[in-house]
């Protein structure tokens, strides 16, 4: 069984640690039962966005005022949501390049599950984007109070974010099982 990545590992003790809450432990047993062994590689571009987006984050929840009680608040509803796109939601982005180049990779009935299950939990993953959206208004709202342009730039990557999953990446990962599941032509 996989387990969280590391940064979302070290976040989750972040985040604890600040608000002094245990409910994550709870949620991330829960994510456990839901998780399942990965070994198809999300594309670099969108690992390094995930990656520079809970970075930011990390830095956020550190800051002292409001400004990080609404970071800590956002981290408690995205953790999980981001270890959910990475078990299913991503990976499969990986095979966009060589199913577009007529290719069949290895790796496609792996795939296949992932996109099956996103079709499936894709209506809860867009409810969890409506609470993450409210928790970035939150903290766009402490951020333009008390002049903390980092996480204003932080609020504004979230809100483009989810924006590009919800138009483009979970379309796409869908499509990659579409494009599995159908039946190869004579070329």
Do not use: C, W
């Not at 499969?92 to 290719?103: D, I, Q, Y």
């Not at 290895?106 to 984007?129: F, G, I, K, Q």
């Not at 204003?152 to 869908?174: D, K, S």
């Amino acid at each position: 069984m996989m387990r969280a990545s590391p940064r979302f590992a070290v976040a989750a003790a972040v985040i604890a640690a600040g608000t002094g809450q245990s409910n994550l432990g709870a949620h991330s047993r829960t994510m456990e039962v839901r998780m399942q062994t990965v070994t198809l590689p999300i594309p670099a571009s969108v690992e390094a966005e995930h990656r520079a987006i809970h970075e930011a984050l990390v830095q956020a929840t550190r800051a002292p005022g409001q400004v990080g009680a609404a970071a800590r608040r956002l981290a408690e509803v995205l953790h999980p949501h981001f270890v959910r796109e990475e078990q299913i939601a991503l990976p499969p982005l990986g095979l966009l390049a060589p199913l577009a180049a007529g290719k069949r990779p290895p790796e496609m009935a792996e795939a296949l599950a992932m996109t099956d299950a996103l079709r499936r939990e894709l209506p809860d993953m867009l409810e969890e984007h409506t609470r993450i959206r409210a928790a970035v208004q939150a903290l766009r709202a402490a951020a333009e109070a008390e002049q903390a342009e980092s996480a204003l730039r932080l609020a504004e990557q979230l809100a483009l974010h989810a924006q590009t999953e919800e138009e483009v990446l979970y379309p796409a990962a869908i499509l990659v099982g579409d494009v599995i599941r159908a039946p190869q032509g004579k070329g």
